[in-house]
């Protein structure tokens, strides 16, 4: 049976990637705490999600994917992995560029949509001042 309740050659993989990086579980301090979110009762009552940091390097993740401590246990050290590839070569990941992409088209929405609420003000401020009576406000 695997460690973390995957495919044995997963765990595998992820154990020769932790190797390669130069990070040992003797270096990993691994804490499990409460969830966040909805989730209600069950929710509340177990400590599913793990937060996992790398001594030497200071790197700290927080996993709370799935309901299972032991699923949650590997993506913490998958993404533990994930990061420090990054440190380490200095490259972006995808899913931050991709974050950073959806966050830009999102501000640039927002542009567009406050411009066209302002023509709309401008126009209504038109059409009302259109109506008065001559001499009223005068």
């Known amino acids: 049976m695997s460690l973390f309740n995957v495919r044995p050659e997963t765990a595998q993989a992820l154990l020769n990637r932790m190797e390669s990086l130069g990070i040992a579980e ?3 301090e691994e804490r499990f705490v409460r969830g966040s979110g909805s989730g209600g009762q069950k929710r509340n009552k177990t400590s599913s999600c ?3 940091r790398h ?3 200071g790197l ?4 709370e994917r799935e309901r299972s401590q032991t699923l949650n246990r590997f993506y913490a050290r998958r993404e533990l992995c994930d990061r420090m590839e990054e440190k380490l070569r200095g490259r972006v990941l995808e899913q931050d560029s991709a974050r950073a992409k959806v ?3 999102k501000a640039r929405r927002a542009r567009k949509t406050k ?3 302002l023509e709309h ?3 209504r401020k038109n059409t009302k001042t259109g109506r008065k009576r001559p001499g009223l406000d005068e």
Request: proline share 5%.
């Open 26 to 28: 003797s270096d990993l």
């Open 50 to 52: 793990v937060v996992l």
């Open 55 to 57: 001594r030497p390097s």
């Open 60 to 63: 700290e993740v927080r996993c």
């Open 103 to 105: 966050r830009r088209q």
């Open 115 to 117: 411009l066209k609420m």
């Open 121 to 123: 003000k401008a126009r």
